[in-house]
């Protein structure tokens, strides 16, 4: 009964979103997160005081991805009202007019990129727009935007997934970059498949067959330096791929190599490079703060994540509310429970880099300030609806994680475990997908299973570090149908009530993904690793 009750919500949240009149998220996921107190309180008899310190902490915790959706709208807006993103589309245009080019670029390396610098959902929020804005329809912008958005997962927000998702478990230095170096492998192997399937979804297999040649040499530019990276780092694959990806698939792309030629459809779209400059301004201000807030050796991270209390004070039975040095804003010991919430105002991709970059870029573009005063006030409007649904599914997600080994969420991952057994290797990677279905994080997802992964490899004799690295990879293939990153690119793209549209379309890449880590870990691990 307590596995039935436990994947009973999920089942009728994938059935509410994808049946026909389908529920938008914002209605389906409150209604959820109802269906979920009510078992909390009647069949696990959950204490009022815990279920209403999760839900208040659900609140708290809803602010990182809104504000980040409304940064990213903010920017998007901005780069519409000011000219950039035409200017943009033009350039594009110019480097080669030929589509698959053009996706490859914004889509796959430079998303790769991103993804490395900052996670949190930002590469669709930022790529996706740009794609629309090139003219791609925004429902299959928006599906191939989360089925790119894989690969570089793992090693995302400067490695976070890895080094901090696993940091529970206590595993020492090395097995973490062991289960990095296996992950970058597993993906490697999924990226010879992924981007193609992601392409399909805009452009047909006949164009897709006549470009071949580039688009492998735009995902290898990306992929062979994020591997080879992995086996000695788990903080830059990502970045540092993506970087050299994006360089080498805009060079490659100007000589048209591997490319069916495409007459330009844009009469007199030629643009000076100071407008192209221009233009790049707010992207490159954007990518250049993230990468310099988020590399370790500098001190600006430790900064914004100080938490050395600057003040506090007692908010009644509600908590202790507190504000850190590095502008963390925190809820301690919410009603008499041990359960914290927070949000870091200057750490979370939000107010940095986004809010700050169109602060200084307006005047640049001197955008007169109603332009700038409707800028803010429409992506405001827009935040409204996908606010209701991370509202939703966090506070789902937080009771479901209720009870430690015996949360609702421990118990599908245990139950699966145990009746796979030795098999589990063919079916690891999934679990993980199902934890960033729930949260809406790669790093959320390892913190939530890798224990129960562990305990799987040590009862069945696997390898903890070849399971480790399926829940990572899983994590990670997750994006492509986790509710938060759904809502997040829809709502940048203003799509409304498509979710389960979206959800039919990217589960297949994510099955396929499932399978394509299988057999790797299963034949080609250990060619390379003693398991």
Not at 196 to 222: D, G, H, P, Q, T
Not at 463 to 481: D, P, R
Not at 495 to 511: L, N, R, S
Request: with cysteine.
């Amino acid at each position: 009964m307590a596995l039935f009750l436990s994947i009973f919500p999920i089942v009728l949240l994938i059935y509410l979103m994808v049946k026909r009149n389908a529920l938008p998220s914002y209605l389906a996921l409150p209604w959820i997160a109802v269906v979920v107190l009510i078992i909390q309180l009647i069949f696990f008899g959950t204490d009022i005081s815990i279920v209403s310190a999760n839900i208040a902490s659900a609140l708290i915790a809803v602010q990182t991805p809104i504000t980040v959706i409304f940064g990213a709208i903010l920017f998007n807006r901005f780069s519409e009202v000011s000219g950039a993103t035409d200017i943009l589309r033009k350039w594009l245009g110019n480097i080669n007019p030929n589509p698959v080019a053009q996706i490859m670029i914004i889509g796959w390396a430079f998303a790769f990129m991103i993804e490395g610098a900052s996670g949190f959902g930002t590469p669709a929020a930022i790529a996706a727009p740009i794609l629309v804005g090139l003219g791609f329809p925004a429902l299959r912008v928006a599906m191939l935007a989360l089925v790119m958005n894989s690969v570089p997962v793992s090693f995302g927000a400067v490695g976070t997934p890895t080094w901090f998702g696993f940091g529970p478990l206590q595993l020492a230095e090395s097995q973490i970059l062991e289960i990095g170096s296996m992950t970058s492998l597993i993906h490697g192997f999924a990226a010879l498949v992924i981007p193609l399937m992601a392409l399909s979804l805009i452009v047909s297999w006949s164009e897709i067959r006549k470009n071949l040649i580039f688009i492998y040499i735009s995902i290898f530019a990306c992929v062979v330096p994020y591997m080879l990276l992995a086996q000695v780092n788990y903080e830059f694959p990502s970045l540092v791929g993506g970087a050299i990806g994006l360089f080498v698939s805009v060079i490659v792309a100007n000589k048209g190599i591997g490319l069916a030629k495409v007459e330009k459809t844009l009469e007199g779209s030629s643009v000076s490079l100071a407008q192209v400059a221009k233009a790049l301004f707010p992207t490159g201000m954007l990518i250049a703060i993230l990468i310099v807030t988020r590399i370790q050796q500098l001190p600006f991270k430790a900064m914004m994540n100080n938490a050395t209390s600057w003040f506090s004070t007692q908010l009644g039975s509600l908590g202790l509310f507190d504000v850190s040095h590095g502008l963390i804003f925190s809820l301690k010991n919410i009603f008499g429970t041990s359960i914290n919430a927070s949000y870091k105002l200057l750490y979370v991709p939000a107010f940095i880099p986004f809010v700050v970059t169109v602060l200084i870029a307006v005047p640049v573009f001197a955008l007169s300030m109603s332009k700038t005063k409707d800028i803010f006030v429409t992506s405001l409007k827009q935040t409204k609806n996908p606010f209701f649904a991370l509202v939703g599914a966090l506070v789902m997600v937080n009771l479901m994680l209720v009870g430690g080994d015996n949360s609702m969420v421990k118990i599908i991952g245990q139950s699966f475990a145990h009746a796979t057994g030795e098999y589990w290797t063919l079916f690891a990677s999934y679990l993980g997908a199902v934890g960033a279905f729930f949260s809406g994080s790669n790093t959320v997802s390892n913190l939530t299973f890798g224990s129960v992964q562990l305990s799987t490899a040590e009862l069945t004799g696997l390898s903890a570090s070849l399971i480790l690295a399926l829940q990572s990879v899983g994590g990670a293939m997750g994006n492509m149908v986790c509710i938060n990153n759904i809502v997040a690119v829809s709502s940048v793209l203003n799509i409304d009530k498509q979710e389960g549209t979206i959800i039919k379309k990217t589960v297949v890449p994510m099955i396929v993904y499932g399978i394509i880590a299988a057999l790797v870990a299963l034949f080609i691990i250990p060619i390379f690793y003693a398991v």
